[in-house]
T-cell receptor, first 110, second 113 residues
Framework: SQQGEEDPQALSIQEGENATMNCSYK?????LQWYRQNSGRGLVHLIL?????REKHSGRLRVTLDTSKKSSSLLITASRAADTASYFC??????????FGDGTTLTVKP | DTAVSQTPKYLVTQMGNDKSIKCEQN?????MYWYKQDSKKFLKIMFS???????INETVPNRFSPKSPDKAHLNLHINSLELGDSAVYFC????????????FGDGTRLSIL
């Protein structure tokens, strides 16, 4: 299986609700990144968290990292219809390569 | 003033043909990448170049040959196209190698008939 695996595969919520998606991985990492992909577009970098960090914020985004459990979560607060997209985690290793997970498809209903 | 641009956006061709996809970045980045995204959205790295030198070469058929004429360009040539090559191919760049944030192009959707 892949280095990064997102959970759930799909998530549907109402506008204004919070969305939480998780990423689990298997080997040691240097950092972990989250990306968003809108339909028909390329990935857009959202946030990077280093292996020695536990939490990071950017606007309505909050990312946590638990290296003991080899997992990360992305929380989007007060979601908007424009947040509808696929979200990917990417784990970076000492070899300098980032490996992407399968993604979580988020649908925010207006 | 698109940061990472790839052409063409769509490519429809017959099995057995040879085709190329071009990528250019105007961010001044040193490192560029090619990814393949299948119909289930699984994104797999194919190649990475740093300052025109190949640094990542995943298990990709040798029908795929990347070329980097300078650090702002990374092209992908595919020989003898097969049905399984149908996918969206993304070019990306980052400031340096080593797990840096990557900037992606909008993809080239390749369909093999």
């Amino acid at each position: 299986s892949q280095q990064g695996e997102e959970d759930p595969q799909a998530l549907s919520i109402q506008e204004g609700e919070n969305a939480t998606m998780n990423c689990s991985y298997k080997t040691s990492i240097n950092n972990l990144q989250w990306y968003r992909q809108n339909s028909g577009r390329g990935l857009v970098h959202l946030i990077l968290i280093r292996s020695n960090e536990r939490e990071k914020h950017s606007g309505r985004l909050r990312v946590t990292l638990d290296t003991s459990k080899k997992s990360s979560s992305l929380l989007i607060t007060a979601s908007r219809a424009a947040d509808t997209a696929s979200y990917f985690c990417a784990t970076g290793t000492n070899a300098g390569k980032s490996t992407f997970g399968d993604g979580t498809t988020l649908t925010v209903k207006p | 003033d698109t940061a990472v641009s790839q052409t063409p956006k769509y490519l429809v061709t017959q099995m057995g043909n040879d085709k190329s996809i071009k990528c250019e970045q105007n961010l001044g980045h040193d490192t560029m990448y090619w990814y393949k995204q299948d119909s289930k959205k699984f994104l797999k790295i194919m190649f990475s170049y740093n300052n025109k030198e190949l640094i990542i070469n995943e298990t990709v058929p040798n029908r795929f040959s990347p070329k980097s004429p300078d650090k702002a360009h990374l092209n992908l040539h595919i020989n003898s196209l097969e049905l399984g090559d149908s996918a969206v191919y993304f070019c990306a760049s980052s400031r340096t190698s080593g797990n840096q944030p990557q900037h992606f192009g909008d993809g080239t959707r390749l369909s093999i008939l």
